[in-house]
Nanobody
Framework: QVQLVESGGGSVQPGGSLRLSCTAS?????MGWFRQGPGVQREAIAA???????LYAESVKGRFTVSRDRNKNTMYLQMNDLEPWDTAVYYC??????????????????WGQGTQVTVSS
């Protein structure tokens, strides 16, 4: 059974940082992060290929960095300069192929359970 397990969420003040982790039960070609804030549509924010090539949504570009440790089947999301609008449940996704527009694709095969990130003073 495939599992994606996120960790690292929590509460932080504006301008602070958090690092999320997603550990998979197997290796995947594509891994990524979605988030869904209160009352807003779910948003793809980052995707990373097995060779390290990554894409970012404009909303997080320059502040968030996605990376992978292939030996550990783990993906990370380093989030810096967090703002209240970053408050959301963050979901890890994974799939066996790289979609032509991974940040516009929503039907990923595997999803984690989500981890809450709250940015508030």
């Amino acid at each position: 059974q495939v599992q994606l397990v996120e960790s690292g969420g929590g509460s932080v003040q504006p301008g602070g940082s958090l690092r999320l982790s997603c550990t998979a039960s197997q290796s995947f070609y594509l891994m990524g992060w979605f988030r869904q804030g209160p009352g807003v549509q779910r948003e793809a924010i980052a995707a990373i290929r097995s060779d390290g090539f990554a894409l970012y949504a404009e909303s997080v570009k320059g502040r968030f960095t996605v990376s992978r440790d292939r030996n550990k089947n783990t993906m990370y999301l380093q989030m810096n300069d967090l703002e209240p609008w970053d408050t959301a449940v963050y979901y890890c996704v994974a799939d066996s192929i790289w979609y032509s527009s991974p940040l516009e694709h929503s039907d990923y095969k595997y999803w984690g359970q989500g981890t809450q990130v709250t940015v508030s003073s």
